[in-house]
């Protein structure tokens, strides 16, 4: 099931929904029709409680959701949801998946990146990256969507993309095993680690992870893959599943960056298991790949497959992951 975020030109406010070829499934008004056909109180409050709001309400209430959006996509094909639910994917503008993150996560996953971007500073591959799987945290309230990706002039000083996937947690979980980590998978999305070279290499010095480097925006969508929905695409592992699916980069038009979810050095249930030691994990949060072999300008300028290219306003870029969908944002100065 692919469950997107949406708004309507009549209402700004975000709502949850059900990817349907063009078509998108308002859940909201979905649940209500299935509520009131059971029976039971179906006004919004009642919803809420029941299914909570949009799709992290979904993911947080998965096993009375999941069966509920299944009958919803019944009902739509059989002709009997009401007019209200139902929206075509032209006439909606889609926001990330999951607007806010409980917490986000990002990994370091691709040897092939970590390796070259090394190399290209004169650097020998740290051996350390073989021990565990690293990650730090960014900004979960400065998530976006597809659309206008917004900067200030700063960020404008070597400003890159990065082609990842990223995972949702499903359930709350703590100290988990890889082996048995999948099964704490909601689903899979598109993620572009948009990164201020300047600001990140300056902050870095101080050895502390990014911070204004990253803060400012994370691109998320266009949509939000239930882990069933990959079940052919996994190839199984004792370190948990790989996912093989081919990932593509393009800006404005040029295709710049090839990789594929199976090459990640780490699963991410290995990076499940590291993150959820002496930690709690909560139904929403989101974890990235890392970025993937030649999936960003630091590393394709430093092996001269591009000639010191960043990203300028008015630049398009547009990643894409087999069954994950496309998601694109035009980066826009904000004067002032």
């Not at 509520?35 to 909570?52: H, Q, S, V």
């Not at 999305?189 to 994370?218: C, H, W, Y």
Request: hydrophobic residues 40%; aromatic residues 8%.
């Amino acid at each position: 099931m692919k469950l997107v975020s949406y708004s309507v030109s009549s209402s700004p406010a975000v709502r949850g929904g059900i990817l349907l070829g063009d078509i998108v499934l308002d859940l909201g008004h979905g649940f209500a029709d299935q509520e009131t056909k059971a029976g039971r109180p179906a006004g919004f409050a009642d919803i809420g409680a029941r299914y909570g709001h949009g799709v992290l309400g979904f993911v947080e209430h998965q096993d009375i959701a999941r069966p509920a959006a299944d009958a919803i996509v019944r009902e739509h094909q059989a002709g009997r949801l009401p007019v209200a639910a139902v929206h075509k994917l032209a006439d909606v503008k889609l926001s990330a998946p999951i607007p806010r993150p409980p917490s986000m996560r990002d990994g370091y996953a691709f040897r092939q990146h970590v390796e070259t971007a090394r190399k290209n500073r004169g650097l020998e591959m740290i051996p350390e990256f073989d021990l565990f799987p690293v990650f730090y945290f960014t900004n979960h309230q400065a998530v976006i969507g597809p659309g206008d990706l917004h900067v200030q002039r700063l960020h404008l000083e070597k400003l890159d993309f990065e082609l990842e996937a990223a995972i949702v947690v499903g359930k709350t979980c703590r100290n988990l095993r890889a082996e048995d980590a999948d099964d704490a998978i909601f689903g899979f999305t598109i993620m572009n680690d948009f990164s201020a070279r300047v600001l990140q290499m300056e902050e870095m010095k101080l050895s502390l992870g990014p911070a204004k480097g990253k803060d400012f925006a994370t691109g998320l969508g266009p949509y939000l893959v239930t882990r069933d929905e990959l079940h052919a695409q996994a190839i199984g592992s004792p370190k948990g599943e790989h996912h093989d699916l081919e990932m593509r980069a393009f800006v404005n038009g040029k295709h710049v960056s090839t990789g594929n979810v199976k090459d990640m050095t780490f699963t991410f249930a290995q990076i499940l298991e590291r993150a959820s030691y002496g930690v709690t994990l909560y139904p929403g949060d989101v974890i990235g790949s890392g970025t993937c072999g030649t999936g960003c300008f630091l590393e394709l300028n430093g092996s001269k497959i591009t000639d010191n290219q960043w990203l300028r306003p008015g630049d398009t870029v547009a990643l894409e992951i087999d069954g994950l969908g496309r998601l694109e944002n035009r980066v826009v100065l904000d004067e002032g």
